[in-house]
T-cell receptor, first 112, second 113 residues
Framework: DAMVIQNPRYQVTQFGKPVTLSCSQTLNHNVMYWYQQKSSQAPKLLFH???????NEADTPDNFQSRRPNTSFCFLDIRSPGLGDAAMYLC???????????FGPGTRLTVL | DQQVKQNSPSLSVQEGRISILNCDYTNSMFDYFLWYKKYPAEGPTFLISISSIKDKNEDGRFTVFLNKSAKHLSLHIVPSQPGDSAVYFC????????????FGKGTKLSVKP
């Protein structure tokens, strides 16, 4: 089945220790998104890739970076995680021109 | 400031009855609206959507109503089933080429047997 896969599902890191979250997709969609969702909050878009074009949301902290080495994979790098970065991180994909997004199961990040 | 608001954090309904989940928005440029359903430990899954040129869209037990003048939409589930228990997110798009979505905070629906 075509799907969006996120690894790991749970990630524990220490304050200030860099961490990378992974997303892959078999849908061959050209748009990939990263969202941050804190408890009882709305998913908040951090950035997205339209093919290789990176689009950063204006209020996304510099601490968050992303890489998309090919169509299938996209990574979220948190350079120096703070306690406030503990959240669920959701990856989503869509086909260009279509609004419907397909989500992965998310990675729950804990910062100690 | 929230552009998409789901003012009810939770809703409890008896099995077989109607569930009505509400969503309000402030941006008149939004022209496409979606509902997503999320079970614990899973990502949101698409449920149903509606374009601003329509006022109703139906898919089986799920119907979405859009009132553009009130900037309000609602999701009706009839009849409600225990498996419908989940968090429901309302999302809106302004139709830009990037397809970005603005989400509400979600409403947790509990359907009791």
């Amino acid at each position: 089945d075509a799907m969006v896969i996120q690894n790991p599902r749970y990630q524990v890191t220490q304050f200030g220790k860099p961490v990378t979250l992974s997303c892959s997709q078999t849908l061959n969609h050209n748009v990939m998104y990263w969202y941050q969702q804190k408890s009882s909050q709305a998913p908040k878009l951090l950035f997205h890739y339209y093919d290789k074009d990176f689009n950063n949301e204006a209020d996304t902290p510099d601490n968050f970076q992303s890489r998309r080495p090919n169509t299938s994979f996209c990574f979220l790098d948190i350079r120096s995680p703070g306690l406030g970065d503990a959240a669920m991180y959701l990856c989503a994909t869509s086909r260009a021109g279509l609004t419907k997004q397909f989500f992965g199961p998310g990675t729950r990040l804990t910062v100690l | 400031d929230q552009q998409v608001k789901q003012n009810s954090p939770s809703l409890s309904v008896q099995e077989g009855r109607i569930s009505i989940l509400n969503c309000d928005y402030t941006n008149s440029m939004f022209d496409y609206f979606l509902w997503y359903k999320k079970y614990p430990a899973e990502g949101p899954t698409f449920l149903i959507s509606i374009s601003s040129i329509k006022d109703k869209n139906e898919d089986g037990r799920f119907t979405v109503f859009l009132n553009k003048s009130a900037k309000h939409l609602s999701l009706h589930i009839v009849p409600s089933q225990p498996g419908d228990s989940a968090v429901y997110f309302c999302a809106a798009s302004d139709g830009g080429s990037q397809g970005n979505l603005i989400f509400g905070k979600g409403t947790k629906l509990s359907v009791k047997p």
